[in-house]
């Protein structure tokens, strides 16, 4: 977990976020994966507020990235300023664009995405509008431009502080729109991706987890393994 240790080291403790160790490292290992697969594409993430796991996720790909977000605290200036702490002269490939997703569709997020260098969506961080209604509005217009074997991590699922998080998600997966697959979660983060790349994913990750003296690796290799591994929405779900 290269990216991770220098993240946690380095500049984890100098930016304001919710964001935990697990869910880092579990990034890190679905984004070594997705290289190795070949899977190219931009990334993108609603709900910036500080930029702390934009500017990780930047720092840890070669690609464009795009942060959509309303801005309501007036915290962009704050947030580019983090994505310059940690990328340095590579902050050109980060794009801070204030809007609301709730009023686009997905050829409209399609066209501010390519504005902005970034074609179809590798990897995605939803983050944004936490009602059920605007959960389900973001992963339906994410989707639509998730290129195959994309990643979606979705925020607060399965949190009582944010139930509503986890109402739009279930609503979503049970609409006609859907064709996601669940691959992994750790510390308050999801991670979906397109039918057909989540075995691909799973077994990536149970191999990295395997080598891994990190939190996800000890996790994984304390106690029975099999009891991390277990059913959901119609397929599998491996949590950390």
């Known amino acids: 977990m290269q990216r991770t240790n220098i993240f946690m080291n ?3 403790p100098k930016i304001d976020g919710w964001l935990y160790q697990g869910a880092i490292e579990l990034t890190e290992m ?8 070949g899977i190219i594409g931009g990334g993108l993430e609603i709900g910036v507020y500080k930029a702390k796991y934009l500017s990780f996720l930047a720092s840890t790909t070669d690609y464009n990235w795009v942060g959509l977000d309303v801005f309501i605290f007036d915290q ?9 702490t940690v990328l340095g002269s590579d902050k050109i490939r980060v794009k801070l664009v204030q809007g609301n997703t709730q009023t686009m569709t997905s050829d409209e997020l399609t066209v501010a995405l390519t504005k902005n260098a970034v074609g179809g969506i590798s990897f995605a961080s939803i983050d944004g509008d936490h009602s059920c209604k605007g959960v389900t509005h973001d992963l339906k217009i994410v989707e639509k431009n998730l290129v195959p074997g994309g990643i979606i991590a ?3 699922l399965f949190s009582p502080m ?7 998600f ?13 691959i992994a979660y750790s510390d308050n983060k999801l991670f979906m991706t397109t039918s ?7 077994i990536r990750i149970m191999i990295a987890a395997s080598l891994d003296d990190g939190l996800c690796g000890q996790r994984w290799k304390d106690g029975t393994q099999i009891n991390r591994v277990r059913p959901f929405l119609d397929g599998r779900l491996i949590h950390f």
């Open 76 to 84: 962009q200036s704050e947030a580019a300023q983090n994505i310059e």
């Open 196 to 202: 057909g790349y989540d075995e691909l994913y799973q």
């Open 10 to 12: 380095d500049f984890y």
């Open 30 to 37: 679905l984004l070594n994966a997705q290289k190795s697969a």
């Open 162 to 168: 944010c139930a509503s998080v986890s109402e739009g």
């Open 170 to 182: 279930f609503k979503y997966m049970q609409s006609d729109d859907s064709n996601l697959k669940p």
């Open 154 to 156: 979705v925020d607060d």
